[in-house]
């Protein structure tokens, strides 16, 4: 995806590497329809984190939230989202099939499963629609 101009912020390098990479996750975070991985979780120094890859969304999925013009087009990084941290309780996720919802509490639920079994285990985002 190529990066906006007017963007001033560049994607997390690390997360980058990480969801480029064969590295196992501890979870996998799915599309509603479950078609596409949208996101990853990675144990870390410092706890387990969820990758979710760059997108664009268009004023479509946004409009009627505070601060969003029609027309807009929002851009988000390529990052990793600290699962311990209480400040959002959802993330949002993108793949072909539309916009979707990641639970912060669900994705947590899952790494506990997976450290108590070992494997790893999927999580279903939500339709923000």
């Known amino acids: 995806m190529k990066h906006p101009d007017w963007c001033d912020r560049a994607d997390d390098p690390q997360a980058v590497m990480l969801w480029r990479s064969a590295?196992?996750?501890?979870?996998?975070?799915?599309?509603?329809?479950?078609?596409?991985?949208?996101a990853k979780v990675?144990?870390?120094?410092?706890?387990?984190?969820?990758?979710?890859?760059g997108f664009r969304i268009r004023d479509q999925q946004l409009y009627g939230t505070a601060g969003v013009a029609r027309d807009?087009?929002?851009?988000?990084?390529?990052?990793?989202?600290?699962l311990t941290s209480s400040r959002d309780l959802h993330i949002i996720g993108r793949c072909s099939c539309g916009t979707f919802l990641i639970?912060?509490?669900r994705v947590r639920q899952a790494v506990s499963?997976?450290?108590?079994?070992?494997?790893?285990?999927?999580?279903?985002?939500?339709?923000?629609?």
């Open 103 to 105: 639970e912060r509490e």
């Open 23 to 38: 590295r196992p996750a501890m979870v996998e975070v799915w599309c509603g329809p479950r078609r596409h991985r949208i």
């Open 113 to 129: 499963r997976s450290t108590a079994i070992g494997q790893t285990c999927p999580v279903y985002a939500s339709w923000t629609d």
């Open 72 to 82: 807009s087009e929002a851009h988000f990084h390529t990052w990793l989202h600290d």
């Open 42 to 53: 990675y144990s870390l120094p410092g706890g387990p984190k969820l990758c979710v890859p």
